[in-house]
Every structure is written in structure tokens, then in C-alpha cells.
């Protein structure tokens, strides 16, 4: 089944570009990571992808993005940062936008507002709330959206985050990107029907919307946006997707049905999805598309030799951009 287009020309190709940027980038990590040259842990973000990119399209540059969750590579590549930074991150080298240190879980970018995810799982929230507090000290009408996984809405942190949000009125947009699955644990099991309703004992307005549907997305976080920036205070939105990959590569997934994940492979791929919705509607042809994916398997292959000729750290860099050395003299210059 298909719906009609609801956004114009140029934003549907948009959507559906950023979409398969996602999808490519990550499709070359999750090989690149088999061959060896990827260290650590990585979570790819198969299922999320419309979740990401319709709230991107949806923010402004000076808007903040302080994200949290897991599936976060596709949120650093709507946020405009260079895929050879981001994929020199992963590879744990110089060239990265964090020099290496920050792996997968850790990129931030401040001159795109970036603003990487905090030390652990859910903490995040926090600082978004400082961020629109300091932008609207500084008299601007820019707004911190901020994601989070179901998981994470466990956390007491989210919820302090919630009520100070919600206090002092500010220009937050909190996204819960609920893919059923915390880790090995399902999201049905959480307390409420629909984890947006954690806004309301705050009288946060909320919704829940399907994540998956890249249009849904870009209009809601639209709206909430347009409140927070005309001073109607924060949003909580649930984003409903389909975790299509392991929790992270290696993970055998023993815990899931096999009929589920299937069917959520046929139903709620929001990139083939919405591929065969622009083009029943005639926004795009399949030669323009064929166009589209050359180009970006171009730029994905120039990030990755960017990132294999990027230098590894030195060895002292471990003891950069830490407040204290480690006992025993460990990292004290002689």
C-alpha cells in the first residue's frame, strides 16, 4: 500500500537522499567493520533511518542536536557532520571529529551544535535543557532537540530533564525513538502505553507517531518546533520504528522471534518504503535515484580511504582532555 506525498518535490528528495546516505554509510561500516579495520562496538541504525532524517529536516542549523540513544550515526550524518570525519571516528583515528577519542558512541560537533552523547545511556536530557536555557539567555530563537532510546527513559536523569524543561518553559524537544528493544529487553514491558506520556504529569504536550514514516516525523517535530520557537515550551514525541539490525554487530538476537523481525522486514523498512512512495508518485524517477545512490557510494568510499590514511593516535593522546592523570604517575610527562 501507498500514500500520497505530503511535503514538495525538493523536500521528498531530500528526505529520501538523507535516507539512503544513512543507509549506504552504514552498509559500508557494517563491512568494514567484518574486514577488521573497524574496532569496538557498533550499532548500526537499519529501521531508524526516516526517524532521523525527518527530524533533521525539520530543525534549522543554529537548532541544537544533542543526541542520545544507541543508533547514532545516522543522527551525526543528518547533522551535516563529513562522512570522512565520522567514518574516521569509527576507525579510531586523528582525522576524526574527535581525534579518535570518541568512537561510535561519542562524535560531537560544535560548530554544526552537535552536541555528542553524554558518558552513559539517558544521560543526555540534561544538557539539551542547558543548551536552550543558554540560548534563550542569549535572546535567540534557537531550539536543542534531543533523542533518547526507550531504554534510556528508565534513567532518573530524563526525568529531571522533563520537569526542569517543563519549569522554566524552554525550547526542548524531547524524541524517544522506541524501537522496541532495550537491548534484550521490549519496550512493551515499560509502564505506560505510550512512552510520550511521561510528558504528562509536567503538562508537556506530547505525541506518538510512527517513526518510521519519514513524512509523519517531519511534520510533527515541525510543529513542535515552530511552538518551542515561538515560546510555547517543550514536546515530548515518541517515534515508533523497527530495530532491523542486532543491537550491535555480533549480537545473534537468540531473544527475538524470528517471525517478528521478518515481518518487520517486510513492513516497516522506512527507506524502501518510502523509495516505492515517491516514485508511485512520480517525484522521482528510477534512473534519478540510480544517480543519487552513485553519488553517495562516491562520497562513502572517499570517506573511507580518508580514514584509512588518517594517522592513529599517539599513544599520550590517552591522557588528553582528561581532568585528572590516572594514579601511579600514568600519563605524567618525565
Given at each position: 500500500?501507498?500514500?500520497?506525498?505530503?511535503?514538495?518535490?525538493?523536500?521528498?528528495?531530500?528526505?529520501?537522499?538523507?535516507?539512503?546516505?544513512?543507509?549506504?554509510?552504514?552498509?559500508?561500516?557494517?563491512?568494514?567493520?567484518?574486514?577488521?579495520?573497524?574496532?569496538?562496538?557498533?550499532?548500526?541504525?537499519?529501521?531508524?533511518?526516516?526517524?532521523?532524517?525527518?527530524?533533521?529536516?525539520?530543525?534549522?542549523?543554529?537548532?541544537?542536536?544533542?543526541?542520545?540513544?544507541?543508533?547514532?550515526?545516522?543522527?551525526?550524518?543528518?547533522?551535516?557532520?563529513?562522512?570522512?570525519?565520522?567514518?574516521?571516528?569509527?576507525?579510531?583515528?586523528?582525522?576524526?571529529?574527535?581525534?579518535?577519542?570518541?568512537?561510535?558512541?561519542?562524535?560531537?560537533?560544535?560548530?554544526?551544535?552537535?552536541?555528542?552523547?553524554?558518558?552513559?545511556?539517558?544521560?543526555?536530557?540534561?544538557?539539551?535543557?542547558?543548551?536552550?536555557?543558554?540560548?534563550?539567555?542569549?535572546?535567540?530563537?534557537?531550539?536543542?532537540?534531543?533523542?533518547?532510546?526507550?531504554?534510556?527513559?528508565?534513567?532518573?536523569?530524563?526525568?529531571?530533564?522533563?520537569?526542569?524543561?517543563?519549569?522554566?518553559?524552554?525550547?526542548?524537544?524531547?524524541?524517544?525513538?522506541?524501537?522496541?528493544?532495550?537491548?534484550?529487553?521490549?519496550?512493551?514491558?515499560?509502564?505506560?502505553?505510550?512512552?510520550?506520556?511521561?510528558?504528562?504529569?509536567?503538562?508537556?504536550?506530547?505525541?506518538?507517531?510512527?517513526?518510521?514514516?519519514?513524512?509523519?516525523?517531519?511534520?510533527?517535530?515541525?510543529?513542535?518546533?515552530?511552538?518551542?520557537r515561538d515560546g510555547g515550551?517543550?514536546?515530548?514525541?515518541?517515534?515508533?520504528?523497527?530495530?532491523?539490525?542486532?543491537?550491535?554487530?555480533?549480537?545473534?538476537?537468540?531473544?527475538?522471534?524470528?517471525?517478528?523481525?521478518?515481518?518487520?522486514?517486510?513492513?516497516?523498512?522506512?527507506?524502501?518504503?518510502?523509495?516505492?512512495?515517491?516514485?508511485?508518485?512520480?517525484?522521482?524517477?528510477?534512473s534519478e535515484i540510480e544517480?543519487?545512490?552513485?553519488?553517495?557510494?562516491?562520497?562513502?568510499?572517499?570517506?573511507?580511504?580518508?580514514?584509512?590514511?588518517?594517522?592513529?593516535?599517539?599513544?599520550?593522546?590517552?591522557?588528553?582532555?582528561?581532568?585528572?592523570?590516572?594514579?601511579?604517575?600514568?600519563?605524567?610527562?618525565?
Amino acid at each position: 500500500m501507498t500514500h500520497d506525498v505530503s511535503v514538495d518535490d525538493e523536500m521528498a528528495k531530500h528526505l529520501l537522499q538523507e535516507m539512503l546516505r544513512i543507509k549506504i554509510f552504514e552498509e559500508e561500516t557494517k563491512a568494514r567493520y567484518e574486514e577488521g579495520e573497524i574496532p569496538g562496538f557498533v550499532h548500526l541504525d537499519r529501521g531508524h533511518e526516516g526517524s532521523h532524517a525527518g527530524m533533521a529536516a525539520a530543525m534549522r542549523d543554529d537548532d541544537w542536536l544533542a543526541v542520545g540513544g544507541a543508533r547514532l550515526v545516522g543522527q551525526y550524518i543528518v547533522k551535516g557532520v563529513p562522512l570522512g570525519e565520522i567514518m574516521a571516528e569509527l576507525y579510531g583515528r586523528t582525522g576524526g571529529s574527535n581525534k579518535g577519542h570518541g568512537g561510535q558512541m561519542h562524535v560531537s560537533k560544535v560548530d554544526r551544535k552537535l552536541y555528542g552523547h553524554a558518558a552513559t545511556i539517558g544521560s543526555g536530557q540534561n544538557p539539551a535543557v542547558g543548551l536552550a536555557l543558554a540560548e534563550e539567555m542569549k535572546g535567540t530563537d534557537n531550539v536543542a532537540v534531543t533523542t533518547i532510546g526507550d531504554g534510556g527513559t528508565s534513567r532518573g536523569s530524563f526525568h529531571t530533564a522533563l520537569i526542569f524543561a517543563a519549569y522554566w518553559d524552554l525550547p526542548v524537544v524531547f524524541i524517544i525513538e522506541n524501537n522496541g528493544w532495550a537491548i534484550s529487553t521490549p519496550s512493551e514491558s515499560l509502564p505506560p502505553d505510550r512512552l510520550s506520556d511521561y510528558g504528562d504529569p509536567v503538562n508537556i504536550p506530547t505525541e506518538s507517531i510512527d517513526g518510521s514514516d519519514v513524512e509523519t516525523v517531519y511534520h510533527t517535530v515541525s510543529e513542535a518546533i515552530d511552538r518551542a520557537r515561538d515560546g510555547g515550551g517543550p514536546t515530548v514525541i515518541e517515534s515508533r520504528v523497527a530495530r532491523l539490525n542486532p543491537h550491535f554487530e555480533g549480537d545473534k538476537e537468540t531473544y527475538r522471534d524470528e517471525e517478528e523481525l521478518e515481518r518487520a522486514l517486510e513492513e516497516k523498512d522506512p527507506v524502501k518504503n518510502y523509495r516505492e512512495r515517491v516514485l508511485e508518485a512520480g517525484v522521482v524517477s528510477e534512473s534519478e535515484i540510480e544517480d543519487i545512490i552513485d553519488t553517495i557510494e562516491r562520497e562513502v568510499q572517499e570517506a573511507v580511504e580518508y580514514a584509512r590514511e588518517s594517522p592513529d593516535p599517539e599513544p599520550e593522546a590517552a591522557y588528553e582532555h582528561v581532568y585528572k592523570t590516572p594514579l601511579y604517575g600514568q600519563g605524567e610527562q618525565e
